[in-house]
């Protein structure tokens, strides 16, 4: 197994550890500084803000199991890339956020996540975008910080976090199991489970103008969805996930049942580029889904169709 090292500067380097070391394909972390002027820092030294050194984790992955560009866009969830030099609580040049990498091979997927995000947003990131210089791991103390001490100070959210398990235990749960349906099923039932949603469950792209009803987990569901109707209609024709926080504010939205307030669409895409499947997910509660879940399940549903596509 050839595994590779990238290194992302999120803010402070125990919450930016505590999420990246959860992923899957992740082999290992370490935290450390990089890309600054004085030789082998130390994390006071660094403190001081006088030294160039961004706070840097550093992580050592499976591109078989996770791809580059699936890695920069999990990166991005933890961050807010439109912020100089400021993550959460912490400001300063050491906070700054950047990609570093040591392969120029590693460019063009740092790229494609990098200007994906940058349409998102509608404005230039604040995110650096180097080659690695340096890096220096920090002290002993500060590895697995959030592990150590579990009620430090974190600027990433629980939500974050809990995905990240979640896709760990959604890449084992689905490896190598080469059947659709099965696949489909499991991934429900975990999603549904773990994060205790209303309904959650998939349709398939039956013809060119249908969804059809697959696997799902909650209430009884309505079969057959047209093409751009409803959110998910709407989700396979625009070939992009739709976050709805009222379902009553959402032309056409179909009422399969009465009590979903809120809802996220996710669309999985086969090996061409053609939306195969969406996933769909309803809440009681009104506008339940944010950015978050929205990058989460787009990254959940890129582990799934790598699977079944
Ligand atoms: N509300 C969805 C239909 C599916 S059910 O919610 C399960 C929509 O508008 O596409």
Redesign the pocket.
């Known amino acids: 197994m050839d595994y590779k090292k990238i290194y992302f500067a999120a803010g402070c380097f125990w919450g930016g550890e505590h999420f990246l070391r959860k992923l899957p394909g992740v082999k290992a972390t370490r935290v450390g500084f990089a890309n600054g002027s004085t030789p082998s820092p130390s994390y006071r030294e660094v403190y001081t803000d006088t030294t160039g050194y961004a706070e840097t984790v550093e992580v050592t992955y499976d591109p078989a199991k996770m791809p580059l560009k699936r890695l920069v866009e999990a990166f991005f969830v933890i961050i807010d890339p439109l912020s100089l030099n400021r993550q959460g609580e912490d400001e300063g040049t050491r906070y700054r956020t950047g990609i570093y990498w040591e392969d120029g091979a590693d460019v063009a997927a740092i790229d494609e996540a990098y200007e994906r995000e940058e349409r998102w947003q509608g404005r230039p990131l604040a995110v650096e975008r180097e080659p690695l210089r340096n890096f220096y791991p920090a002290e002993e103390e500060h590895q697995d910080y959030l592990i150590k001490h579990s009620d430090g100070y974190c600027h990433v959210d629980l939500k974050a976090l809990r995905y990240a398990d979640l896709l760990k235990e959604l890449a084992s749960l689905v490896e190598d199991v080469p059947d659709e349906v099965a696949v489909m099923a499991n991934t429900a039932a975990l999603l549904h489970e773990t994060m205790k949603f209303f309904?959650t469950?998939f349709y398939r792209v039956a013809d060119e103008s249908h969804l059809a009803l697959g696997p799902f987990q909650g209430p009884v569901?309505?079969y057959s969805?047209g093409f751009g109707k409803?959110?998910?209609?709407t989700a396979w024709k625009r070939a992009a996930s739709v976050v709805v926080e009222d379902?009553e504010q959402f032309p056409g939205?179909?009422?399969?049942?009465s009590a979903?307030r809120s809802?996220i669409?996710v669309p999985l895409f086969d090996g061409g580029g053609k939306v195969a499947a969406v996933l769909?997910i309803?809440s009681d509660r009104l506008a339940t889904f944010d950015d978050t879940d929205r990058r989460m399940l787009e990254i959940a549903m890129q582990i799934v169709a790598a699977e079944i596509y």
Do not use: T
């Open positions: 309904w469950g569901a309505c969805i409803g959110v998910c209609g379902v939205h179909i009422a399969c049942s979903s809802e669409v769909d309803d």
